[in-house]
Every structure is written in C-alpha cells, then in structure tokens.
C-alpha cells in the first residue's frame, strides 16, 4: 500500500493504480549500467533533446561536467516531460566524474574521430558503458578525453564532417538498446526490487 500523504487528495491521480503500473513499467526497464556525461554542452535545446533520448531509450541518470560553460537554462515546457524522469549528477571536476563511472565499472567512450576512434558498431555496449559527449564547437576537452578508454565515431558517408551532438546522443544510444534488446537486458529488471520500489516512491511523488 502506497503511503498517504495528508497534503494530497485521495483523488489524486498520482496514486491511480494505472499511474502506479505505468511508472513501474517504465523503471523496470531503465538501464543503471547506461550513462552519457554531457561536457559542457551550451545549448539548450540540445541538452533538453538529449535528456529526452535518455528518457525515450531508458538510461536512468547523466553525468553533468561543466567547467568552461555553465548548464544551460532548460525551458519548462521542452524539458520537463523527460528532465525529471532522467537524474542528472553534478561533477565539478574530472577526478569526481572518473571516481563515479569507475565505482560502477563502466567502459569509458569519448566520441571522437582521432585515428585510434573505433566505429560505435565497434563497442559492446552491454557492457557497464559511459559515452561521453562533448562542446558543440570543440568536442570532448583533451582532459577528459585522457579518461576514456577509447574513442568511438558514427560512421558517416556523405560531405558533413559530423552530426549536431543531441543527434550523435540519440544514435548512439538506438546502438545501445539494439545490442541490449538483443541480449534481452530490457526484458527483466536490472535493479533489485527493494531499489524499484524505492524509485518508483520517488517518482509517485513527482
């Protein structure tokens, strides 16, 4: 039974039973071994885009490091139907955000196309995986770059050099969830179910 809150009408359609399945459902498909760390993404119709891929393809949190730019103000209105499914943590500085993916043995991706860059097809992504994405202008910084395990690319064979970063996000991922369907990671809950319920808590109260 669902605890009450005095605050909230009985009525309330935040404990509708088909609420309550409708948000189980979504948790229990959401990937906690699945991240993006946004660096210093500026625009913010490309952070609200991603942050909606997130949600769409079932990553449940993304890394956030800003350093030269700060985050960006997200509008209500393009941001809020995904931002508050997806958690975002903070990192201030590039031995916080390594000590975070490495507590979760995560493979580190930074995109790029340096000559050691493997095809994203390349990568395993079921495996525990952080894919790193970079400023619109310059990329992933260097410093960041140094922490990865390699670098990975979208394959593209036309005159553009490279696709807008929520686009890249959005493929990258597809990749991700195709590999994860096929090893059937979407078909069981890959949290514990003292961990759903606790989550799916949190989020009866959103």
Same mark, same amino acid.
């Given at each position: 039974? %669902? ?69 960006? *103000? ?11 499914? &997806? ?43 952080? &894919? ?35 686009? *890249? ?24 179910? *003292? ?8 989020? %009866?109260?959103?």
């Amino acid at each position: 039974m %669902l605890p009450v809150n005095p605050a909230e009408p009985a009525s309330s359609p935040r404990r509708t039973p088909e609420r309550r399945a409708r948000l189980a459902g979504v948790l229990r498909r959401r990937q906690p071994d699945l991240t993006l760390v946004l660096a210093n993404i500026h625009d913010p119709h490309n952070v609200s885009a991603i942050y909606r891929s997130c949600d769409a393809f079932g990553v449940a949190r993304v890394h956030l490091y800003y350093t030269g730019t700060p985050f960006p *103000a997200l509008g209500e209105k393009s941001s809020a139907s995904a931002r508050k499914w &997806v958690e975002s943590v903070r990192h201030a500085d590039s031995e916080s955000l390594l000590r975070a993916l490495r507590a979760g043995n995560m493979q580190i991706a930074a995109t790029g196309f340096s000559e050691t860059s493997a095809p994203l097809r390349h990568w395993n992504f079921t495996r525990p995986t952080a &894919v790193m994405l970079g400023n619109e202008h310059r990329g992933v910084d260097r410093e960041l770059r140094t922490l990865a395990d390699g670098e990975l690319h979208i394959p593209m064979y036309g005159m553009v050099q490279s696709f807008n970063v929520s686009v *890249a996000a959005a493929i990258i991922l597809a990749e991700a969830v195709r590999q994860r369907e096929e090893a059937g990671m979407y078909a069981a809950p890959r949290m514990d179910e *003292a961990t759903l319920e606790a989550e799916l808590q949190a989020w %009866l109260r959103k």
